[in-house]
C-alpha cells in the first residue's frame, strides 16, 4: 500500500490486540507510521477497559504507531478523518466525542488512543481503530445488536476492508503532519468536526469515573475538550464519556 508517511505494515493472522502489539513495536525501535493490523484479536480493547467486538474476515482492525509531541486532540482528527473516508463511499457520518464514528444512531467503529511514557517524557501514541465492515445483525452478541452496525448493515453492500483502510490512511496522514506541525492544535479541524457532531446543541451526559457533568454541548475547542454550557456558565470536558441526556434524539 503506497500512502505517504506510511512507513512499515505488519499484518497478523491473531493477536491479543493490535495496540498492544504496536507498543512492543515501538519499544523495539519501530519508526512513527508503523502500521499493525490483525484478522483477528483474541483481547480486543475498547475504551474505559470494555472489550472490543470484532469478526474475522469481517471486521477492520488496526494500530498505528505515531511519536507526536503531544497526543491532545489525536483522537479527534482520527475520527474526523474516519469520517472523511467513509462519506468518500457514500456514507452520512456522524462523530460522537471524543472518538466514536456514527451511522445514524448506531455505532460503526470506535478508536482507542494510548500514550506510553518514560517518567514525563511521551514514548509513543498508539491510534487503534476498529471499523464494523461486514458484519451482518446475527454477528454482533445481543447486547449490541441495538447500538451497533455495520457498513454492510447499512448500505446492503459488502465493502473492501483494505480499501477502506487505504482511504482512512491517505486522509489521516496529512493532516496527521499538519496537526504535529501544529504542536497539536486543532484549530483548523474544528468545524469540519463539529459539523459532524451528534451532540452539538443538544442536553449532553458526560461521566467520567465517578464524575458527571451535564449541559448543552457547544462545540470542542482546539485542544480537543468538549464545551459544555449549564447554569454555572461554560464547562470544558476533556475525559470521558459523552451520552445524550434522556429525551434527546
Ligand atoms: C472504543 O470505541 O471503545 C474504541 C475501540 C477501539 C478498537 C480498536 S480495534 C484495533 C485496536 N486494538 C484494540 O485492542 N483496540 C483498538
Not at 139 to 154: C, G, H, I, N, Y
Not at 173 to 199: N, Q, T
Request: with cysteine.
Amino acid at each position: 500500500m503506497e500512502v505517504p508517511g506510511l512507513e512499515k505494515v505488519l499484518i497478523y493472522e491473531t493477536v491479543g490486540s493490535t495496540n498492544d502489539e504496536a507498543k512492543l513495536l515501538a519499544r523495539e525501535g519501530y519508526p512513527e507510521g508503523t502500521l499493525v493490523i490483525a484478522e483477528e484479536q483474541t483481547k480486543g480493547r475498547g475504551r474505559k477497559g470494555r472489550d472490543w467486538f470484532s469478526v474475522p474476515g469481517k471486521s477492520l482492525t488496526f494500530s498505528l504507531l505515531l511519536r507526536p509531541p503531544q497526543s491532545t486532540s489525536l483522537a479527534l482528527l482520527c475520527a474526523l478523518s474516519c469520517a472523511w473516508a467513509l462519506e468518500e463511499k457514500g456514507f452520512h457520518v456522524l462523530l460522537r466525542w471524543p472518538n466514536d464514528i456514527l451511522l445514524g444512531d448506531k455505532k460503526v467503529g470506535g478508536i482507542l488512543v494510548e500514550s506510553s511514557f518514560s517518567g514525563d517524557e511521551l514514548l509513543c501514541v498508539v491510534v487503534g481503530v476498529g471499523i464494523n465492515v461486514n458484519e451482518t445483525r446475527e454477528d454482533f452478541p445481543p447486547p449490541l445488536r441495538e447500538s451497533a452496525t455495520s457498513l454492510f448493515l447499512a448500505s446492503s453492500c459488502m465493502w473492501q476492508r483494505g480499501e477502506v483502510l487505504r482511504s482512512f490512511l491517505s486522509f489521516f496522514f496529512p493532516v496527521y503532519f499538519a496537526w504535529k506541525e501544529r504542536g497539536g492544535d486543532f484549530s483548523p479541524w474544528i468545524e469540519d468536526y463539529e459539523k459532524r457532531s451528534s451532540l452539538l446543541g443538544k442536553e449532553v451526559v458526560v461521566r467520567w469515573g465517578e464524575r458527571t457533568v451535564r449541559g448543552v454541548a457547544r462545540g470542542v475547542k482546539e485542544d480537543g475538550s468538549l464545551v459544555l454550557a449549564n447554569f454555572e456558565g461554560e464547562t470544558l470536558v476533556s475525559w470521558g464519556e459523552a451520552t445524550l441526556h434522556e429525551g434527546e434524539r
